[in-house]
């Protein structure tokens, strides 16, 4: 049925239809639902199969359904290379299938676009673990020439306390930004989904980077305090956004819990926010 849809679709016989991806496209997009949103009948569950993690406990993404999902996906995309030998199928690394398959290869005309959690990369088990399969994913596209695409999410801590009703502390990462820009850059990424962005500050910084990640990062941050709030208070406010930076992208070793109590004793505490205080008088 999901090959017959695609093949539909590449025939033009889907236009007008309201699950009908936009005209045009090369690739059909296939992706399973979020939040380990898989069937749990006893026929499904006994085809999911652990993978082999590496030691990165703690971490969001992993290869714990890779096997099964993209086996489904193998099987569309032999059919649809059958009847349409230059389209391929488009998907995500994400979740339960962030780590490619363990017990076979993908199809080639298959496309992936990882999905690394890079807003919770001060996390050194989170940061290791986007770095290990990043590196599979981009090397795979780089052998089979296919367009380079990555999910980067950016919603977090905010989308936790909205969720949640409660203030969190805020995050403000630029180093970190300006880092990821270089090494897509170096990677060629073709093009970042923003899941989520920065406030204004990293709003800024990603923009200006992602665009051009040559750019000296003190000098993107000069210009935007400079433009923003003008040359004095430009200069101490950099300063107040570089402590709630450092304070926000401590790296943390091992599984951390974010939750109120992380905002608030932890990163928030009153020692910290007495400094803070005290650079904004």
């Not at 009948?41 to 406990?57: L, V």
């Not at 974010?258 to 803070?276: A, C, H, I, K, P």
Request: hydrophobic share 35%.
């Amino acid at each position: 049925i999901m090959a017959k849809d695609a093949a539909d679709y590449f025939d033009g016989k889907l236009e007008g239809k309201p699950y009908g991806p936009a005209p045009g496209l090369d690739a059909y997009p296939i992706v399973p639902n979020d939040a380990y949103g898989f069937c749990t009948c006893e026929r499904c569950t006994s085809s999911y199969k652990a993978y082999a993690q590496p030691s990165t406990p703690g971490a969001f993404g992993s290869g714990d359904y890779s096997d099964n999902f993209f086996g489904f996906l193998n099987r569309v995309a032999k059919k649809l290379a059958q009847t349409h030998p230059d389209k391929h199928i488009a998907t995500l690394a994400y979740e339960g299938y962030f780590w490619p398959p363990k017990n076979f290869k993908l199809e080639p005309n298959i496309l992936v676009a990882p999905c690394p959690i890079t807003c919770d990369h001060w996390k050194n088990v989170q940061r290791k673990n986007d770095t290990q399969a990043l590196a599979f994913w981009l090397h795979r596209a780089k052998q089979l020439k296919h367009p380079t695409h990555l999910w980067n999410y950016w919603h977090h801590p905010e989308e936790l306390g909205v969720m949640r009703s409660h203030k969190v502390f805020p995050q403000f990462s630029p180093t970190h930004i300006h880092r990821l820009a270089r090494s897509y850059g170096q990677n060629n990424v073709d093009g970042v989904f923003l899941c989520g962005w920065g406030e204004g500050l990293d709003f800024y910084v990603m923009m200006k980077c992602f665009d051009d990640p040559n750019l000296n990062l003190e000098m993107v941050l000069d210009e935007y305090f400079m433009l923003s709030f003008g040359p004095k208070a430009g200069a101490l406010l950099k300063q107040f956004y570089r402590k709630v930076e450092a304070i926000s992208m401590k790296p943390m070793n091992g599984p951390v819990e974010v939750n109120e109590q992380f905002f608030w004793e932890t990163q928030g505490n009153e020692r910290t926010l007495v400094q803070l205080e005290q650079l904004l008088n």
